[in-house]
């Protein structure tokens, strides 16, 4: 499968196909903890999460530092944690956003 196509099917999953896309895949101040008592009901939803992200990581170089961070928690993830995977997938969004614009130009070009 492409992953361009499977970045797309797990925006889609998630119900973030419709969501604002974002520039940066973590916010560079942010300070990811353990010890928030705001933990998830379903850790697996977290675990899947993070898990799709780390095969995007195969070709997405840019995004494997916020992956490896997030991989970090996932035996107890928090919905901060929940949150900033959240984000990466809104970075990829912008991402695709990016390369079908790019193919639009070389279209016209060409």
Do not use: W
Not at 41 to 49: G, K, V
Not at 92 to 107: P, R, T
Request: proline share 4%; charged share 20%; aromatic share 8%.
């Amino acid at each position: 499968m492409c992953q361009r196509k499977y970045a797309l099917d797990h925006l889609t999953e998630t119900g973030m196909a419709n969501y604002k896309p974002l520039k940066l895949p973590m916010s560079q101040q942010l300070k990811l903890m353990d010890d928030s008592d705001l933990k998830l009901d379903d850790p697996n939803q977290f675990r899947r999460l993070v898990g799709k992200l780390i095969y995007l990581t195969i070709t997405r170089l840019d995004i494997s530092y916020s992956v490896q961070i997030l991989n970090q928690f996932v035996t107890s993830p928090t919905t901060e944690h929940m949150n900033t995977a959240s984000h990466g997938l809104r970075y990829l969004k912008m991402l695709q956003a990016l390369v079908l614009c790019l193919l639009l130009i070389l279209l016209y070009i060409f």
